[in-house]
């Protein structure tokens, strides 16, 4: 059983108020990863992204700092064509105080592109996070299992594959596909089943060798997220 990290995501306003400094301090002991993030804003640039970060800096020695630019393809706010999407990605490199990206695959991205980001990222100390998100449905574990296999070349950190299932042999599926990976790849896995049918892979993430599980403050951001303290007792039962 591998260790698991617990994640806490936030949707903030450009301004981070005082009211959210408050519900994360609230939660501090439950928090290993704050995920910031940040494709809710119409326009973001990377200047507004430091000064989001240069707030949160203050509480950073409790925890390491995810940023994730979620695209509306792959159920996220975010509408930035592909190309503004990847400069924004790259050059979040350059911003102190963010020790780990999220940077999305899809199976037709250009793969020599993606591979110069995720290394340019690496160079710069962060820690990179390939992800692939199906909100729609949970398709065949084969694919599953290639998802992890195509997305695991980049050589990032981490992979995360999160799905939709239908059914419970969907999520015994992604369990098994998570499963398979870690044990024979060498970066860390992470794998979610979303909504309510889904939450044994949030909680017993560790058991199948997930890395890091997903949890809210308060309003969930993705189906099936439960809030953060909550997914901590969960997550330590195992």
Not at 74 to 79: D, E, I, S, V
Not at 87 to 108: K, R
Request: with cysteine.
């Amino acid at each position: 059983m591998t260790h698991v990290e617990v994640v806490a995501t936030i949707t903030p306003q450009l301004y981070i108020e005082e009211t959210l400094i408050q519900k994360i301090n609230h939660r501090i002991d439950a928090i290993d990863v704050l995920e910031l993030r940040i494709d809710q804003f119409e326009n973001v640039t990377v200047d507004q992204v430091a000064e989001m970060i240069t707030k949160l800096k203050v509480m950073q020695d409790s925890f390491k700092l995810l940023v994730t630019y979620r695209t509306k393809l792959q159920g996220g706010y975010g509408q930035f064509t592909n190309d503004s999407y990847l400069n924004l990605i790259s050059d979040l490199a350059n911003i102190n105080g963010i020790d780990m990206i999220d940077i999305e695959w899809q199976a037709d991205i250009d793969i020599e592109k993606h591979q110069r980001i995720i290394t340019h990222l690496q160079q710069y100390n962060k820690e990179v996070i390939i992800s692939h998100h199906n909100f729609e449905s949970t398709p065949p574990l084969d694919e599953l299992q290639f998802i992890f296999f195509k997305m695991q070349k980049f050589n990032p950190e981490y992979v995360k594959l999160a799905v939709m299932p239908h059914n419970k042999n969907d999520v015994l599926n992604l369990l098994q596909a998570m499963s398979t990976f870690s044990d024979t790849m060498d970066c860390k896995v992470v794998g979610i089943s979303m909504s309510k049918l889904g939450l044994i892979s949030r909680t017993a993430q560790g058991v199948f060798g997930g890395a890091l599980t997903y949890g809210c403050i308060g309003e969930p951001q993705a189906p099936g997220q439960i809030d953060v303290t909550d997914l901590k007792a969960q997550v330590t039962l195992y």
